[in-house]
């Protein structure tokens, strides 16, 4: 059997994309090909971009439990095919099975709370404001948007904006990252089950030349972007020089404080998880460690006995606890960061490359990682790594963490250890970052709650999920009657 060559899905009929050019899709853990994903034209962008046009004038009009109702449906279809969802994830990203199930369990909760929201949208009205005057708030929909996703959720991601964009009345072009776009093409599977009308959703596949094109596109009223920094400022400048609304989220470099009283037996797991969940590909990762007074040797003889215990291999099989990364260039870049932590004279106390798992001799294997002596003017301590490397560094006190971490280019989340109640308090108020953990070593909010960052971490406004997306996605009208 051949390869699977990914389609687009416009105007509510998957589509081969007319490209030429196409991108091979890897199972990290085995590095074999697994699909080919159209590298789309704009074209494409143009045709998935008039469809959602088209299908706006009808969907905002439809009464909103209407609109709930294909997102509940959609919902159902989610839950069937939970388990094939998460092994789709494992397949082309490398996470561990439990792993994958976590974040479809977000998945479905961002469209549950997307389908619940219609109560909000209804908008709000004061009587008499004055005399015989009345005065409302309608939420509107505003038009087409879309979103550019990162590979590390492939599910989760754009669950955080399109149940909301909506349920709200607007229609969506969905852009998966081109490295892990299978999950989102099966998702898609899904919707098309569910029934939305042509065009209320479309899913586009590609890479740079798609995003400029749903950038530029005077069609587009808004985008929503996760991925690195770099790119993320690019997106958020080039979308409001065209005019439309925008929210980016970028990249992390997240420290976790642990404090003198810290319980260790509860610290150190969920250090480790923070840390090496995921192979440290997520944007709440904790990469950094910041010990403050005499808990850092302790804490550190037990990181490195805890993270040597970790159990790497293929996500799919039984008791693994960390999978590989998720490509060849991923594997190589995180090696160069560990060289240069070599040549900055950090202590490299774990060294996780050159692992072997057996029976995947060709996956992008690297085990936990773990460098003492990190200095906070170090290029592993200021960069984002993206992978199982933890940095340990020293604090005096909690102001000396504070004002290591509040001095970062970063903003994305930060926690901090301790059974000190003043402490906490001290560290929740002033600490610069937009997901704060108190003993939680990755601060990851729930659907109701905005993904809020700070910083090069985000750029915008209006953050994910929660409330936020609620005046992301509408335009308020107040309107102010009198009747004669
Ligand atoms: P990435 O920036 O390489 O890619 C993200 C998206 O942007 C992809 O869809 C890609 O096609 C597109 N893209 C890439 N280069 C582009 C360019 N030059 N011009 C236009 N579009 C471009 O990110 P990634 O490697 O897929 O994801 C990992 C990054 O995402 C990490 O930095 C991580 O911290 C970040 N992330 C942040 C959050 C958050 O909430 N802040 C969540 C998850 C991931």
């Known amino acids: 059997m051949g390869v699977e060559v990914l389609r687009n899905y416009i105007n509510g009929e998957w589509a081969a994309s007319t490209t ?92 549950e709370a997307a389908a619940g929201m219609f109560v909000s949208l209804m908008g709000y009205h004061t009587p008499q404001i004055a005399d015989g005057i009345d005065e409302e708030c309608l939420l509107e929909p505003v038009g087409v948007f879309c979103c550019i996703a990162p590979f590390n959720f492939p599910a989760m991601i754009p669950a955080w904006f399109f149940p909301y964009a909506l349920v709200a009345g607007n229609t969506y072009i969905v852009k998966p990252s081109e490295i892990c776009p299978i999950t989102q093409n099966r998702l898609f599977e899904l919707i098309h089950q569910a029934g939305f009308p042509p065009g209320v959703i479309n899913l586009v596949n590609g890479g740079k030349d798609v995003v400029d094109a749903l950038l530029t596109h005077p069609g587009i009223a808004g985008v929503s972007f996760v991925g690195s920094t770099p790119v993320a400022r690019y997106v958020y400048t080039t979308a409001t020089a065209h005019g439309k609304r925008a929210q980016c989220h970028g990249g992390a470099k997240n420290a976790l404080v642990v404090m003198p009283d810290a319980e260790l037996g509860r610290t150190v797991p969920a250090i480790l998880s923070s840390a090496f969940g995921s192979a440290g590909q997520r944007c709440l990762a904790g990469s950094l460690v910041i010990a403050v007074g005499e808990i850092h040797r302790p804490l550190r003889e037990a990181l490195v006995e805890g993270a040597s215990r970790i159990r790497v291999g293929y996500g799919l099989e039984e008791g693994v606890q960390m999978g590989p990364v998720v490509s060849r260039k991923a594997l190589e870049r995180i090696h160069r960061y560990i060289e240069i932590g070599l040549q900055e004279e950090a202590d490299l106390i774990l060294d996780g490359r050159g692992i072997r798992v057996p029976g995947y001799p060709k996956g992008y294997f690297i085990g936990p990682t773990i460098f003492d002596g990190v200095h906070p003017s170090m290029t592993i301590a200021c960069e984002e790594i993206f992978g199982p490397v933890l940095g340990i560094l020293q604090a005096r006190d909690l102001e000396e963490a ?64 929660g409330m936020d997306t609620l005046y992301f996605f509408t335009d308020r009208k107040v309107v102010i009657t009198r009747w004669f």
């Open 20 to 111: 030429e050019s196409f991108l091979e899709v890897r199972n990290p853990a085995l590095d074999e090909v697994i699909a080919r994903v159209p590298l789309s034209t704009p074209e494409e962008v143009d045709r998935a971009v008039a469809a959602a046009q088209a299908a706006f004038e009808t969907w905002r009009h439809l009464p909103i439990q209407t609109r709930a109702r294909y997102l509940l449906r959609l919902r159902d279809l989610v839950e069937q095919h939970f388990d094939d969802l998460a092994r789709t994830i494992v397949q082309e990203h490398g996470k561990t099975l439990e792993e994958a199930r976590g974040e479809m369990q977000r998945t479905l909760e961002n469209i």
């Open 402 to 465: 504070l004002s290591i971490i509040n001095s970062s280019s970063y903003g994305n989340a930060a926690s901090i250890f301790t059974r000190d109640g003043g402490a906490a308090r001290e560290f929740k108020r002033r600490v610069r970052a937009g997901n704060v953990g108190i003993n939680i070593g990755v601060a990851a909010p729930i659907a109701p709650y905005p993904f809020s960052g700070q910083k090069n971490s985000f750029f915008g406004d209006l953050h994910g999920q």
